[in-house]
């Protein structure tokens, strides 16, 4: 007999996969710092962390935008 997972098993699940595998591709980008094989400027590496940067924010206040209350001076 087979059980149905819940929806909390397969957010378990499935973000378990993609964060290892976003993890896996941030340290392959990492070798993208070795001088010996690329030439990079500093803008240029400015630009990649601050894109990363930005989704990591989007996403981030994605998982808590249930959480916010309203607005109030």
Do not use: P, W
């Amino acid at each position: 007999m087979k059980t149905e997972e819940t929806r909390h098993e397969r957010f378990k699940r499935v973000a378990s996969k993609r964060t290892n595998e976003i993890l896996e591709k941030i340290r392959i980008l990492g070798n993208c710092s070795n001088k010996s094989s690329y030439e990079y400027a500093e803008d240029e590496v400015n630009k990649i962390f601050s894109e990363i940067d930005k989704q990591l924010r989007l996403i981030k206040a994605r998982f808590s935008a249930g959480k916010r209350g309203r607005f109030r001076l």
